[in-house]
């Protein structure tokens, strides 16, 4: 069984950073890509950044491109995105899961506020 606990958010002033850990148990973490999504308050969750399974290529959503870094470690099971340069639309609930997601691995999220 496959569990993915997401850490790391809080609130932040606009312009600042965070950065965002995703542990994964379960089945090999190295056998997927893998992404994070996000749900802004009253909307749709959303993509926000892939990776490859071996770190090699990368994927953004156009409003996070330039700011955001998804970045893995498979020895230590866990895939992580670096936030730079926040913005108060970025509040929202930050989720990991495969990518393209598996319905069953959706975790708590971490819940990132940034204020203006």
């Known amino acids: 069984q496959v569990q993915l606990v997401e850490s790391g958010g809080g609130l932040v002033q606009a312009g600042g950073s965070l950065r965002l850990s995703c542990a994964r148990s379960?089945?090999?973490?190295?056998?997927?890509?893998m992404g994070w999504f996000r749900q802004p308050p009253g909307k749709e969750r959303e993509f926000v950044a892939a990776?490859?399974?071996?770190?090699?290529?990368?994927l953004y959503a156009d409003s996070v491109k330039g700011r955001f870094t998804i970045s893995r470690d498979n020895a230590k099971n866990t895939v992580y995105l670096q936030m730079n340069s926040l913005k108060p639309e970025d509040t929202a609930v930050y989720y990991c899961?495969?990518?393209?997601?598996?319905?069953?691995?959706w975790g708590q999220g971490t819940q990132v506020t940034v204020s203006s």
């Open positions: 379960g089945r090999t973490f190295s056998s997927a890509a």
């Open positions: 990776i490859g399974k071996s770190g090699g290529s990368t």
């Open positions: 899961n495969t990518d393209p997601p598996s319905e069953g691995y």
